[in-house]
């Protein structure tokens, strides 16, 4: 029986894989959860699944939680420091890292020291972190496994094959709500218009920057540090309809895919179970229903979110740490309505020109240029 740990178990990648836990209790058991907006929601969570340790946004939630659980709460821990307790919770073999944003960073890496293997929904780990991360994971001996269905794809893809023999990594995208919006209409867009997916079900910041393709972005500097491909051997493509999860293209001209109903957990699903396969409850796929399968190249003239992220990818040093943290201050002004959509990688981009980059080693050192850049793209913002 794998121990899970799982943080950002309220979120939509937590409620998924919850509900694949609940599907086989005799192979999946919670030992602890932290979330940091839904209190009620998390109490449920803890009834049904009973972890030993669980952890709250701040000592407010932390009250809040006791006076609803009584005296059948778990230990109850708060903050930053109380996911990393939860993520290197004694117990515990596998941490599922489902924390929006750069916030999952330090808990991942407290759970990759501690051992724990690591199924990652959490990006902007490898994003912001990646030399860092991927050396941690080699020094501790863990298992880095990616959930994003698009990482996935590739990793289900490469099973079997010789890493030489690899050409390039094809990561689909659905082109989300504006794929056939013009510029002048985007800058004219609200988060009513944006958070509209076409395919798939998902929190308003993952929504948002699928929207703009940022979300493609930071999954192309996230792929390149699970498979060690640099940026000239990952491509991106825009498929809408969101069955083919992504692809790899082989030497000798051969691309092998993985194909599947957009619902997140199988991917999932694959993850806790690897390297065995286990139910996940998804619609089946049944292609003569589908009947058309369409492919077009992403326009990185009207979503200069992607292009940002090869350029960040290919500076290398804080560049990806200060893409990431600019567009996280950018989607959360857009959703306040405070700029509008096409200000976010305008934001982005402002904030990559004002940067003096550097080559971080420590912990603190990527923390220090997320900081920078979170305050930097404010100011710009104003």
Known sequence: ???LSILG????????TLDVVRQHPDRFKVVGLAEGHDVRLLSEQIREFNPSIVSVRNEQSA????????????????????AGT????EGADMVVSAIVGAAGLTPTVKAIKAGKDIALAN???LVVAGQLVSDLVKQHGVELLPVDSEHSAIFQSLQGHRPEDVERIILTASGGPFRNTSFA???????????????????AKITIDSASMMNKGLEVIEAHWLFNMPAEKIGVVVHPQSIIHSMVEYVDGCVIAQLGSPDMRAPIAYALSWPERCESGIKKLDLATIGTLTFEEPDMERFPALRLAFDALKAGM????????????AVAAFLEKRIGFT????????????????????????INADRWAREAAKAIIG
Request: net charge negative; hydrophobic share 40%.
């Open 1 to 3: 029986m794998r121990a």
């Open 318 to 329: 804080t560049y990806p740490a200060v893409l990431n943290a600019a567009n996280e201050i």
């Open 86 to 89: 939860v993520a290197a919770a």
């Open 185 to 203: 209409d985007m800058r004219k867009a609200g988060p009513e218009q944006a958070l509209k997916h076409p395919q798939w079900t998902m929190g």
């Open 343 to 366: 200000a976010i990688a305008e934001t982005v981009d402002k904030t990559m020109q004002a940067h003096e980059a550097y080559t971080p080693v420590e912990l603190d050192e990527y």
């Open 63 to 82: 009250a809040e939680l006791r006076e609803i659980l009584g005296q059948d709460a778990p230990e109850i821990c708060h903050g930053i420091e109380g």
């Open 123 to 125: 990006k902007e780990t």
């Open 9 to 16: 178990s309220t979120g939509s990648i937590g409620l998924s």
